[in-house]
């Protein structure tokens, strides 16, 4: 299945814009395509609170880091503030993923565009 993006007003993908392509492409209605997306995006959150690797086949895996307290340094003023420790949503990118960036076409087998 091709998804096309040529009717987004935007060059951002929204999670509006997702729902819509659910109504439009799949069949769904409004609601239930608002419904999927957000319950999609409630579970891949979720899952990351509570600490757990996020990890979607041939798109790439999402990982909270725990970041260490630090010095840091007000680039203005040169003075030294601290930074609290703290805890950051990482993603990576998965070989397929990159290699379909980049225009490769021996990873483009099997797998399918969206938007191209």
Same mark, same amino acid.
Request: glycine residues 8%.
């Given at each position: 299945?091709?998804?096309?993006?040529?009717?987004?007003?935007?060059?951002?993908?929204?999670?509006?814009?997702?729902?819509?392509?659910?109504?439009?492409?799949?069949?769904?209605?409004?609601?239930?395509?608002?419904?999927?997306?957000?319950?999609?995006?409630?579970?891949?959150?979720?899952? %990351? +609170?509570? !600490? /757990?690797?996020?990890?979607?086949? #041939?798109?790439?895996?999402?990982?909270?880091?725990?970041?260490?307290?630090?010095?840091?340094?007000?680039?203005?003023?040169?003075?030294?503030?601290?930074?609290?420790?703290?805890?950051?949503?990482?993603?990576?990118?998965?070989?397929?993923?990159?290699? %379909? +960036?980049? !225009? /490769?076409?021996?990873?483009?087998? #099997?797998?399918?565009?969206?938007?191209?």
């Amino acid at each position: 299945m091709q998804i096309s993006f040529e009717s987004l007003e935007t060059p951002a993908l929204t999670k509006a814009h997702l729902a819509d392509l659910l109504f439009e492409q799949i069949g769904l209605n409004k609601r239930e395509s608002k419904d999927m997306v957000d319950a999609f995006f409630d579970l891949v959150v979720d899952n %990351l +609170i509570s !600490g /757990d690797d996020v990890k979607i086949s #041939g798109f790439g895996n999402f990982q909270i880091r725990t970041k260490a307290a630090r010095p840091g340094r007000n680039p203005r003023t040169g003075e030294l503030i601290p930074i609290d420790a703290r805890r950051v949503a990482t993603f990576h990118a998965s070989h397929k993923l990159k290699a %379909l +960036i980049q !225009g /490769d076409t021996a990873e483009d087998e #099997g797998v399918e565009t969206v938007g191209r």
